[in-house]
């Protein structure tokens, strides 16, 4: 594997030759790629994140365009326990702000 000095170079060549707009967009498309030849990554995203409580089953649903009950389903697969409300106040402000 090649070295390079500075590890963005890539991503600032790949800006700088006008094939993408910006670095993010660099970052979102290899994610998309990294998502669709190992999609088993991003379940184990959206379950950790789920089971940390930095987002809600609505919203690792949307995140992986099925239906709350596919989510659970996934989630019981996985082994994560589901949560059903906030049992804390501050687990309340927690679902409160990843709402927004």
């Not at 498309?29 to 409580?53: C, E, H, M």
């Not at 239906?67 to 927690?94: A, D, N, R, Y």
């Amino acid at each position: 594997m090649i070295k390079l000095a500075n590890d963005n170079w890539e991503v600032d060549q790949l800006v700088k030759t006008g094939l993408y707009p910006h670095q993010q967009a660099v970052f979102r498309d290899a994610l998309r790629a990294l998502y669709t030849v190992k999609p088993q990554i991003k379940l184990k995203l959206i379950a950790f994140a789920y089971s940390n409580g930095e987002i809600s089953l609505g919203r690792a649903a949307e995140i992986l365009d099925v239906s709350q009950e596919e989510v659970k389903e996934i989630l019981w697969e996985t082994g994560i326990s589901l949560h059903f409300g906030p049992e804390t106040t501050t687990e309340l402000q927690k679902d409160i702000d990843n709402a927004k």
